[in-house]
């Protein structure tokens, strides 16, 4: 059943993205269109429940190839993951939709169109929106530098601390970037962060040989 659902879904939805500029990925199950130096990605699927109900279930994410191109040098698990796949910054779009919209989006196999139309409606109305704010990557990085966590758009210390770090790298801010790593060195020293160190010291540490020290010194980054 959930693969006939599945199918129905794309089906449906994928003329639709196709006119808003978006390219379907089957095999990723994702949309994505580029938007100046960002790439938008929207992922839907079908989730199953023990009770035999079913449930449209998305994602939305940024990638900007500017920041990959550079924290992918010294992120071991980047690399292994895969450029391609690399988002910078992915959120459920529960957390974006509409109560309204959340709340139908249960699928039946009989009568589909109702909750397909309102996944349309938040996609087009909730998530793009919020994917060409942040598509601005001066707006995104504001939201991430703001002190009150309750103002960022991720809790995901991890992907806070990559996209600061490398994008104050990258604009050679030494200031923002020690404050990025103050803050990134408090959930390292946490019982969950402590796993992490490893990795993202070496990311400090590569980012600031790679676009900080050198610049202080007078030698081109990357040189």
Request: proline share 4%; glycine share 6%; aromatic share 8%.
């Amino acid at each position: 059943m959930k693969r006939e659902l599945c199918q129905t879904l794309d089906e449906r939805v994928t003329p639709f993205m196709d006119a808003l500029g978006f390219t379907f990925r089957k095999s990723k199950r994702d949309y994505r269109r580029a938007s100046g130096e960002a790439v938008q990605v929207v992922t839907t699927d079908v989730l199953g429940y023990p009770d035999g109900t079913y449930r449209i279930v998305s994602h939305c994410a940024l990638t900007f190839p500017r920041l990959l191109d550079a924290f992918f040098e010294h992120h071991a698990y980047a690399q292994a993951k895969g450029r391609s796949d690399s988002q910078v910054v992915t959120l459920n779009c529960d957390e974006i939709y509409r109560p309204e919209i959340s709340a139908n989006l249960l699928l039946s196999a009989d009568d589909p169109t109702s909750a397909i139309h309102n996944l349309e409606i938040g996609i087009k109305d909730d998530v793009l929106p919020f994917l060409d704010k942040y598509s601005d990557l001066s707006t995104l990085i504001e939201n991430l530098d703001d002190p009150n966590w309750r103002n960022r758009i991720t809790s995901d210390p991890l992907a806070r601390a990559t996209v600061r770090l490398t994008y104050h790298a990258l604009e050679q801010d030494r200031t923002a970037f020690d404050t990025a790593v103050g803050d990134l060195r408090k959930y390292l020293g946490t019982p969950q962060g402590t796993v992490h160190a490893g990795v993202m010291e070496a990311l400090v540490s590569g980012l600031a040989d790679s676009h900080l020290n050198k610049a202080q010194q007078g030698v081109a980054p990357n040189a």
